[in-house]
């Protein structure tokens, strides 16, 4: 696994922020907000697409139980389609920093954008999620509770096959979408609807 860096920097306490589902057709968007104590090390600990289902359900508990503090917040589809997915994933990480027990002095935020948050400065980095490590755990606890939630709507919509894409554009929920027109879990802004397809309200 990745040698991931513990801090960008050591004076003030730092909040690793990430978000999960940006790109994908259906569901909401969700963010994490991660607080690491200072000498947290897991051998496991990476980008959670890096990583198996499996280990990043182990680590999600061990994440929650050694976290200084921890938040998950989501986005709706509603709130995606009117102000777009970018700021729906900046809401999505106010959100989970709002929910924080402990207020950080830096946020460190995955990719190369952010809506600055309060009075706390922020610093981005591309593949921070690969590089520090409380980016790396608030990435696998926004991927393992959107997850959960969309096994949770794959029951209620199964003819798209949430349980294993995720509401990502796979060719098998593109075919789902063509044949069964969208649902109402379906972002209508990303403009997937085929041009004959059905529309389900």
């Known amino acids: 696994m990745a040698k ?35 000498k947290f090390k897991h051998p496991l600990l990476n980008d959670s697409k890096q990583l198996k289902a499996s280990q990043r359900d182990e680590l999600r508990w061990v994440i929650e139980e050694k976290a200084v503090a921890w938040a998950v917040a989501s986005v709706s589809v509603e709130e995606i389609d009117r102000i777009n997915i970018l700021q729906a994933s900046f809401l999505a990480m106010h959100r989970a920093l709002d929910q924080l027990s402990v207020k950080a002095g830096l946020l460190l935020i995955d990719g190369n954008r952010f809506k600055a948050y309060k009075d706390i400065p922020h610093q981005c980095i591309i593949k921070g999620d690969a590089t520090y490590a409380s980016i790396a755990a608030a990435s ?62």
């Open 4 to 38: 991931l860096k513990a801090w960008y920097q050591d004076q003030l306490i730092e909040a690793g922020c990430d978000e999960a589902g940006r790109g994908c057709y259906a569901g909401p968007v969700y963010a994490a907000a991660v607080i690491l104590p200072r």
């Open 140 to 201: 696998i606890l926004a991927k393992t509770y959107r997850d959960a939630w969309m096994d949770q709507l794959h029951d209620s919509f199964p003819q798209y096959d949430w349980i294993n894409n995720k509401g990502y554009g796979t060719p098998s929920h593109r075919r789902a979408i063509e044949e069964f027109g969208l649902c109402e879990h379906h972002r209508r802004s990303f403009d997937i609807v085929p041009k004959q397809g059905k529309l389900f309200l």
